[in-house]
């Protein structure tokens, strides 16, 4: 199972854009994807999940906040705690056959916050609840939210590979500064290299600034850079709300070459060509 986070410390980066992309690849190319919300503002899973917001048993009804409560409960058995982490994961029909499971997050996440930082459950939290999701999962997606939490550093102990979504501007490229310390640090903690880290340029727009930041990342952090970038296109939220099925549509030329860098960000993923 790999384990794969996307973090960045801006907002609005492209992390939930990405994290869904990317999940709607893998599982159209027949790759299981467990979708894991890190985010208590819950936009991958509002995205994916929609219409459970109209659910009588309702979005608000299930998800993180009750995976977190029981991995805070002292005493809880393993059993329970399978349990409620298999009953707060759900199956997200897309197309026929092809479709992911997304563990739901939503604001009532950040009561916990400080409740799992003092307990000291953040650097195993990952991979004890990835252990008990449904055992034929090949690849777990988290998208973090645009700071520091609890969740965040709990997906980076957990993660294998990190992807870092970065916008080419002057903020852009402090923000990837400031990450790659935490990054650094994370590492030495947990005491176990990722086996990929990829700062993926997103949002490109056809302007000197952004061109000009575009370059500076590339001089600046070669090893880590993906090899293609997505530009800003209207393209790319019309793919999300189609999910899995975007990837089958007849493509003009601007989504071809969104699948065509997701296409190579997804293998550069899969593959853990990791160089650090
Ligand atoms: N390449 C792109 N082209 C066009 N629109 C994009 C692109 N990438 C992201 N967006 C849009 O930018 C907005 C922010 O993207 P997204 O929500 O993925 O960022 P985020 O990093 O997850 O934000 P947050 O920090 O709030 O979690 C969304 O409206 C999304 O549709
Ligand atoms: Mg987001």
Same mark, same amino acid.
């Given at each position: 199972m790999l384990k794969v986070c996307f973090l960045s /410390?801006? +907002?609005?980066? +492209?992390k939930t854009t990405l994290s869904l992309l990317f999940s709607y690849w893998a599982a159209n190319r027949g790759l299981k994807v467990a979708l894991m919300d /890190?985010? &208590?503002?819950g936009n991958a899973t509002i995205a994916c999940a929609e219409h459970l917001a109209f659910?009588? !048993?309702? $979005? =608000?009804? $299930?998800? /993180?906040p009750y995976i977190i409560r029981e991995f805070l409960? &002292?005493?809880?058995?393993s059993e329970r705690l399978k349990e409620t982490v298999q009953s707060n994961v759900l199956w997200v029909e897309q197309v026929k056959g092809k479709g992911l499971w997304v563990v739901p997050n939503f604001l009532e996440t950040h009561k916990y916050d400080l409740h799992l930082a003092a307990n000291h459950v953040v650097p195993v939290f990952v991979r004890e609840v990835t252990s008990l =999701?449904? !055992?034929?999962?090949d690849v777990v997606v988290m998208d973090c939210p645009p700071y520091l939490s609890s969740l965040s550093y709990a997906a980076l102990f957990g993660a294998d590979a990190i992807v870092i979504p970065a916008e080419t501007s002057k903020f852009g490229i402090v923000g990837v500064e400031l990450l790659l310390t935490v990054v650094e640090d994370v590492i030495r903690k947990r005491g176990n290299p990722y086996h990929n880290i990829i700062i993926q340029p997103n949002r490109?727009?056809?302007t000197k600034a952004s061109l000009f930041y575009l370059e500076a990342m590339r001089e600046r952090y070669a090893e880590f850079l993906a090899d293609s970038y997505f530009k800003e296109t209207v393209e790319i939220p019309r793919m999300l709300r189609e999910g899995i099925l975007s990837f089958n549509v007849g493509s003009s030329t601007v989504r071809r070459n969104v699948i065509e860098s997701i296409e190579s960000l997804g293998n550069r993923i899969l593959n853990g060509e990791g160089k650090n």
């Open positions: /410390m801006k +907002g609005g980066t +492209g /890190m985010d &208590p503002q659910n009588e !048993e309702g $979005l =608000l009804k $299930l998800g /993180m409960t &002292p005493g809880a058995s =999701l449904p !055992e034929e999962i490109i727009r056809n």
